[in-house]
């Protein structure tokens, strides 16, 4: 069977893997990122772990860049994490490089494909992905494929507004919805709170019965509600997947965030809009850069 | 050159009109509904509409419907300006009568369609049309075809959220866009600063100059900026063709309208964001209508 390899570029470490047609991970590889050392050496460690990796089997590698990628080029426009890469053709010089089809995207639009083709997704053809990390970002599958926009910056969820005026965020506006909803966002609740406490530790306390904790997750899902009623009514698609390293504090967020989809969401009952878990974690990046890998050696880029 | 037969409902009057396949108007017609007959009298309208604009030449009929329309199978589901119709199978009822393929969307769909063929989104391969109007509609393009979501309810633009916890509205929310930028919510933002005015007396008065006027249009497009900006953010793309009956005030928002786009859309200056007049007028629905009757007769529906 054809293998391909799913690339996740992170600012600290690169994780890899062989997958094989059915999303199965075969091997995997994790090497530091090596941002210290340019572009030339993030290139060097790209290039071993496929090294490692490749066998007669592989067919193509896909690759995620936490950033702004011009897509389906492949050129990465800036990178927060790889501040190297910058306006830097990515896809065509690692595919030089490598000897193989070579397709980049962005870190959560990949994360979206592989939540499509395996995970949270599967079988749904139109959703968004939604990823509470330190920020949030998202990724928007329609009708079985990602969007990109006009110009590959589709999904920036994080920084819809639901509270004008409301706490100023790195973007230069103000009440974006990470600022209240993020792991980043949930721990400023807190210390607003006087609490000094991270998400699971937050987590624990809320479980106690602690007061207010539970408030900072009532606020963080009533203004993640906030957000996702801005997608539903202007899409209509009724199925928005949760993912990233803050997930588990979706399940104390739920009745708040699901009370503001009841009052902001027009002509529908939040009964008929699917708000679920992703299924893959850490692994939805590699695996969806390994989906775009065989597509593009399918049917082209594009 | 072959024709087809545009039909706008609304609650007052039935616009019909003959178009050629430029999107030319070539005969026009009009009838009251008679929503106070009853489907029954409805559908004799609109045949006696259709019947006089016929020729040889028409190869299909279009309807627009204010109200929820399930898509492609044209069932009306509610109409709250078209009682009677309620899960009523307009294509096929009216298609029977006719003698015609008939396709049947939302009216502010199908506007979209004809901005998109010859109006103000000509060219563009994906934009947002906004309605400005008793309420706030909107009509998705993505890749040249009209974006219907899940159920058909997509571009439901009026009820995005811009000030949590303000005005009620008849949704059961509070704070949607329309509230404050469609002509009734400028009314009401008037009536709160003391004037009982309507949106061309409004106009007039900032025109000369009239502070509180000048305050109405500054809010409307600070609160429509906010809803534009979600729309950026989330789906990156740049074009945004506004339309309506209250179109006139779009110049006087602007300066507040991108002064919130400024704020609130992510990454991208808003020189980059296009938000242009639509160009039809009133006769984007019928030319809309007629263009997705051309579109059905070639491919068949959806």
Redesign the interface.
Known sequence: MREAIGIDIGGTFIKAAAIDGEGRVLRRAKAPTGVEGGARLVEERICAAVDGLRSPATAAAGIGVPG?VRWPEGVVAQSPNIPPWRDYPAAAALGARIGLPVTVDNDANMAALGESWTGGGRGVA?FMLVTLGTGIG?G?V?EGRL??????????????????GGAACG????G?VERYASASGMRRLAAEAGLALDVPELLALAGAGDERARAVFAEAGRRLG??L???F??????CVVVGGGALPALEAMEPSLRGALG??????SPRELAVVEATLGEDAGIIGCARAAFLIEETGPG
Chains 1, 2 share one sequence.
């Open positions: 702004m139109s998202a928007i329609l969007w990109h926009g006009d110009t590959g910056r589709a999904g920036e969820l994080g920084h819809v507004v639901v509270d004008p973007c230069g506006g103000r974006c906030l957000a009623a801005a997608w009514n202007l899409m209509d698609v009724r009052e902001a969401v027009y002509g529908v």
